[in-house]
């Protein structure tokens, strides 16, 4: 499996071999550098995840220079010294911990084991990659907003958590708010809180997540979806630095840095009218554009190989990728970007044979299985029973979507005309998308209406229609009254 590699830097031999042999003992993959240049050199080729560095005798704080490396992960000081002054100084040029040289035997790798926890967080292997991991790097010790944005599944609250985490601010909860996933008439109290009696069934006061995010980093994440009224709200606090309950009496102060993304682009949203200007200004103040997976291929193989150890550690086993299997990968598209790369690893770590993950187990599409054809007769013989009915056939969603317009049958799906069976989830998705048309053709296209009648907000309504058109589907539009259909019949 897949150890995490960690960079010591000591100018002396002996120093380096004593912290290497500690972290290999604890199961980490080690390389050494005598100094900052040499260290560099490492750094730029990529693939480390935590440094060491030894400070005091003929290091100095050559450290710091370590530390000022555009890609420069985080760093643990170790020091002959040890003294409390020295441990406040370190932590304040942005060293990740400090730990006594002569200190307990496993301190130094639990503190590396500590800033490594979330596993290998950002892969950076691609040279676009690296180019916004060295952004980030400059960003996070800045206490200014930062607006991410790229397709969804490229990982930006991943680029969220890392930013936070090498930010003075580290040590202060992270708190993320994924604004496309709660109904708007719940959305302001969730962010701002509310008072006891602000509304029925609030039996006592709740901090809303601006003030639990306090001393720490709050992340909107899909923050084109909230309302125009409610961003001016949101407006008000990034500007006040302060933010007042639902039926407060009195402001509350506010220590928290706001992160924000979209999967939109928001100039966009501001030129229809969706997005307030103002508003994108403030959050525009440093943005970062994560590119798809497509662009940035070299960190495709890195990525499904750190998947692949991950689920297979909490299965208690191993997993190698073959050479057949990563070629796979990498000839993808990946429409899903990482978030579908995840799913595929874990996909075939359930189909693969043992430890080795070959390129049969690379599965793209639903696992499906071939429908098997049974008379009626057989059916009930087999059963032991003549009173029993064949199992409905599944529908492919293709097939559910081009049947939208018609009334919904009281009889079970028709089978795809090929025969091919599919997954219950495929089936399921395939009948919400039906209704969901179905709604839209009855009520004449529109939005709100259609969303009431469904019993869900307008914003999880545009979610779902946007989540169908990356997939293919057609979504009527009102036309004079008419709602038209495309379905190429």
């Known amino acids: 499996m897949t150890q995490q590699c960690v960079l010591v830097v000591a100018r002396e031999a002996e120093r380096r071999e004593r912290q290497s042999r500690a972290l290999e003992s604890a199961g980490f993959q080690t390389v050494e550098a005598e100094g900052a240049v040499a260290a560099g050199r490492l750094l730029e080729r990529g693939g480390v995840s935590a440094a060491v560095c030894c400070e005091g005798g003929v290091d100095g704080d050559e450290w710091r220079a370590v530390a000022r490396h555009p890609l420069a992960p985080a760093v643990v000081v170790v020091s002959a010294a040890a003294e409390v002054s020295g441990a406040v100084a370190a932590m304040r040029d942005g060293a990740a911990d400090y730990v006594a040289e002569q200190g307990a035997e496993g301190e130094l790798a639990a503190a590396v084991a500590r800033i490594t926890a979330h596993g290998p967080g950002l892969v950076a292997e691609d040279h676009s990659s690296r180019q916004l991991l060295a952004l980030a790097q400059r960003v996070a010790s800045k206490d200014v907003t930062v607006l991410l944005t790229g397709e969804s599944g490229t990982g930006k609250e991943i680029f969220a958590r890392y930013i936070h985490e090498r930010s003075p601010r580290a040590a202060g909860p992270f708190v993320a708010v994924n604004c496309a996933a709660i109904p708007e008439s719940m959305l302001e109290a969730l962010l701002f809180g509310f008072e006891k009696g602000a509304f029925t069934g609030a039996n006592r006061a709740h901090a809303g997540k601006f003030e639990q995010a306090q001393g720490g980093t709050l992340l909107l994440d899909e923050v084109s979806e909230i309302e125009l009224g409610l961003q001016a709200k949101l407006l008000r606090a990034l500007q006040e630095r302060e933010i007042e309950r639902l039926c407060g009496d009195s402001p509350v ?64 086993r191993g997993a190698r990728l073959t050479p057949e299997a990563e070629r796979k990968l990498v000839q993808h598209t990946w429409p899903g970007n990482v978030r579908e790369l995840e799913n595929v690893v874990q996909r075939a770590l359930i189909l693969a044979e043992g430890d080795a993950v070959d390129s049969e187990a690379i599965r793209f599409e639903p696992v499906t299985v071939e429908a098997q054809p049974q008379s009626t007769a057989s059916w009930a013989e087999g059963a032991g029973a003549s009173t029993v009915s064949p199992a409905p056939t599944l529908t492919h969603p293709a097939v559910a979507m081009r049947a939208a317009a018609a009334p919904i049958s009281e009889h079970p799906p028709v089978p795809a005309a090929d025969g091919g069976a599919t997954t219950l989830e495929e089936d399921l998705k395939s009948r919400e998308y039906r209704r969901i048309l179905e709604t839209l053709a009855a009520v004449g296209g529109s939005r709100k209406e259609a969303a009431a009648r469904l019993g869900i907000s307008s914003r999880t309504l545009r979610y779902k229609l946007a989540r169908m058109r990356q997939e293919g589907v057609e979504i009527p539009e009102r036309s004079g009254g008419v709602v038209l259909y495309a379905y190429g019949s």
Do not use: C, T
């Not at 100039?267 to 525009?284: A, N, Q, T």
């Not at 994560?290 to 297979?312: G, H, M, N, W």
């Open 253 to 316: 102060p506010l220590d928290v840095r706001v992160l924000a993304s979209s999967n939109r682009d928001l100039r966009d949203d501001v030129r229809v009218g969706r997005f307030r200007e103002d508003l994108y200004y403030r959050l525009h103040v440093f943005p970062i554009h994560l590119p798809p997976l497509r662009e940035r291929p070299a960190d495709i193989v890195p990525l499904a190989r750190s998947f692949a150890v991950k689920y297979a550690q909490l299965n208690g």
